[in-house]
């Protein structure tokens, strides 16, 4: 008797070890935080006039160190360009006070340091991890719809088995210098990156991890 409640046992064991380093295709989550824009208006200075932004967001996991990470998101670009020390020409035409509201569809490449998940072992998954990220994205602010370019990083921790949480950084270079309603004052030429707005945002965000990956049984 004593026997079989050993293998009893064991087989628990096994069983709870397998759904503890079960991996998952998808997670579905909530990212909020906030943001701050950089252009004509503001051309220097972090984290000025910051703004209230929101997200939803799906990652798709490619494997423990590579996801895709989908985001629809809010954020504001606000500033004033009468209270900037550098001044525009007199013909410019400027309005100088603006609160736009911007809308963004992205979707990023993240590469983790660790490979990220639950349980250790042979695999050497870990809770937490930190992870780079670009990528590519559409927005639309000021009734313009700009390509914009993500780049940044961010920290990860497996909470439990299904539940993550985050702190997401990242900055958005727009490939549009009207987000703000100040095109190009000064009439430099613009090049690919010059001259042209960008935002950035700072998030936290929670998680839900769905879809398992099942594998199939190796037989020797």
Request: proline content about 3%; charged content about 20%.
């Amino acid at each position: 008797m004593a026997r079989f409640y050993t293998i009893i046992v064991f087989w628990i064991a096994v069983i709870c070890a397998q759904a503890q380093e079960l991996e998952y295709k998808m997670e579905f989550g909530a990212m909020t935080g906030t943001g701050f824009y950089m252009g004509d208006a503001n051309l220097n200075g972090f984290y000025k006039n910051n703004t209230a932004t929101s997200a939803l967001m799906a990652r798709y996991n490619l494997n423990p160190r590579m996801a895709l990470k989908f985001d629809l998101g809010f954020g504001k670009i606000k500033g004033n360009a009468a209270k900037e020390a550098n001044k525009f020409p007199a013909d410019a035409n400027i309005k100088s006070e603006f609160n736009n509201s911007l809308y963004e569809l992205g979707c990023q490449y993240e590469a983790n340091f660790f490979g990220y998940g639950v349980g250790g072992g042979f695999k050497g998954h870990k809770r937490f991890s930190p992870y780079i990220q670009f990528g590519l994205g559409f927005a639309v602010c000021n009734k313009e719809l700009a390509m914009s370019i993500p780049f940044g990083f961010g920290v990860k921790y497996k909470v439990k088995p299904r539940v993550n949480v985050g702190i997401d950084w990242s900055m958005r270079f727009a490939m549009s210098d009207k987000l703000d309603g100040i095109e190009d004052p000064y009439k430099i030429q613009s090049g690919f990156l010059k001259n042209k707005d960008s935002y950035c945002w700072t998030m936290v965000y929670v998680s839900y991890d769905l879809f398992p990956k099942y594998r199939k049984c190796n037989n020797d």
